[in-house]
């Protein structure tokens, strides 16, 4: 995968949907970094990638940086990375791939 901003159309419905994930309050009061040096981590693996959420509008501005080898990260913020995935067909840059070394949280 490249690194850099990927711009994608998104369906009215498919943008309600993730709207709809995104306005959750425990997504508003999420730490903002699950990274090994957090205690939100909790068990991790080395050697897997990071994916950085931004969200900015006129009622929240939240970033999270979720490094996909930390196994205490809350579910919503798979099911939000799943649903993002989802919306912009991310096969060829997936935000968030599970495998049997590392379950999803």
């Known amino acids: 995968a490249r690194l850099g901003r990927y711009t994608h159309n998104v369906s009215p419905e498919d943008l309600r949907s ?5 306005a959750r309050p425990d997504f508003y009061w999420m730490p903002e970094r699950f990274v090994p040096s957090q205690a939100g981590c909790g068990n991790w693996t080395p050697d ?20 996909l ?10 099911r939000i990375e799943d ?3 989802a919306t ?9 791939a599970s495998s049997p070394s590392s379950p999803t949280p």
């Open 18 to 22: 993730l709207r709809q994930l995104l």
């Open 48 to 67: 897997q990638a990071t994916v950085i959420i931004k969200v900015k509008s006129a009622h929240l501005d939240k970033r999270i940086i979720h490094y």
């Open 69 to 78: 080898g930390c196994h205490g990260a809350p579910p919503l913020l798979t």
């Open 83 to 85: 649903a993002i995935n």
């Open 88 to 96: 912009v067909d991310a096969g060829t840059h997936p935000v968030h």
